[in-house]
């Protein structure tokens, strides 16, 4: 009773209030609803610090009653109820090589014997040269194009002559120009009858190739089929009409993929050139897979291009520089080439 009776006469001291002096409850009710609101953030904020606090902290460190010390943020990357994970220890720089592997398990298979290997573990047995071209390809086909970057160097002939290759490893291909000619090579050194070319290459070009003011006159005659560019088929032409089928192989895939696959199958080259992914990181991951299929023997060289270019210690010559000081070899230049000798071997061709 006596409740009701103090809520009454609030009330109507209130109404009393609101009819005599209007403005002054207003400011009453706006300043008790600005002191509200802060109070109301206020209490949600600190409510939320609790709730984060609690979910983050293990049971076992709140009911503890010793302080607790952290050594550094680093240290608190991971962490458990019952443990702190740290990260592992940064690589030294002579590790970095060690994500690709040092050496290739697999017994090498035989150079009279790779050829055939190639069509067998690729092309399921049948030669991709058989019925070459089909018949929906043959009228986008240039009866020879082909156009490359140094693919007439005097390394080539160099190399070729002073490694005596059985098996040679191009690395980047695009239209096979260096294949080509180091097949000619190869004629004049009286090698063309035990030597097979293994091209490794996906033949897609790169993005927006043809469109480039400096190739647009050398590719804007290429068809486009569905998308595909037809570089690998315009390849094949270029070594039919060279008459070099039966020195050229090709895996049509990433470069990554496939000289893993080699490896995996005992195929090693004495001569391998790698002129495909021009960048640090496709230069540097091609160089290592590479090296792992040079020849057992110790005499398998490899070399490359592009290692005097605009991009300077930001691709291809820093890839080849840090992994010849990694592996402590020398680097001999030729022009625009580059050229590394395996391990067991550092006399340099001359």
């Not at 600190?46 to 010793?66: D, E, F, I, K, M």
Request: charged share 15%.
């Amino acid at each position: 009773m006596h409740n009701t009776t103090s809520d009454t006469m609030m009330k109507q001291e209130a109404q009393t209030l609101h009819r005599h002096h209007p403005r002054r409850f207003r400011t009453r009710f706006a300043t008790a609803a600005s002191i509200a609101k802060p109070t109301a953030y206020l209490i949600l904020l600190l409510l939320c610090y609790t709730l984060g606090y609690l979910s983050a902290v293990p049971a076992s460190s709140r009911n503890s009653t010793s302080p607790t010390t952290l050594e550094s943020p680093t240290n608190l990357l991971i962490s458990t109820p019952t443990s702190i994970i740290r990260p592992p220890p940064p690589l030294a720089p002579e590790d970095h090589h060690n994500f690709f592997g040092s050496v290739c398990a697999a017994e090498p298979v035989p150079p009279q014997l790779v050829r055939q290997t190639i069509i067998d573990r690729v092309f399921n047995g049948t030669s991709p040269w058989d019925n070459f071209p089909p018949p929906h390809i043959s009228h986008l086909l240039h009866p020879t194009k082909l156009r490359g970057w140094g693919s007439t160097a005097p390394v080539f002939d160099h190399l070729i002559r002073k490694v005596q290759p059985k098996t040679i490893i191009e690395v980047g291909t695009f239209l096979g120009a260096s294949a080509l000619h180091m097949a000619r090579l190869t004629r004049l050194a009286g090698l063309h009858e035990g030597t097979q070319i293994i091209c490794v290459d996906d033949f897609r070009g790169w993005p927006g190739f043809q469109q480039e003011d400096r190739h647009r006159r050398w590719f804007k005659d290429f068809k486009m089929l569905n998308g595909d560019v037809t570089l690998l088929y315009q390849f094949m032409q270029n070594v039919v009409r060279a008459n070099a089928t039966h020195l050229v192989s090709f895996l049509p895939f990433s470069t990554g993929s496939a000289l893993e696959k080699l490896c995996e199958w005992g195929i090693f080259g004495d001569l391998i050139e790698v002129d495909a992914g021009h960048d640090f990181h496709s230069a540097w991951s091609d160089i290592n897979r590479a090296y792992k299929i040079l020849s057992p023997g110790g005499g398998g060289v490899l070399f490359g291009h592009d290692y005097m270019t605009a991009a300077d210690n930001r691709g291809v010559r820093r890839a080849v520089n840090l992994f010849a000081r990694l592996h402590n070899l020398r680097v001999q230049v030729h022009g625009q080439h580059w050229v590394l000798l395996h391990a067991s071997k550092q006399q340099q061709p001359r």
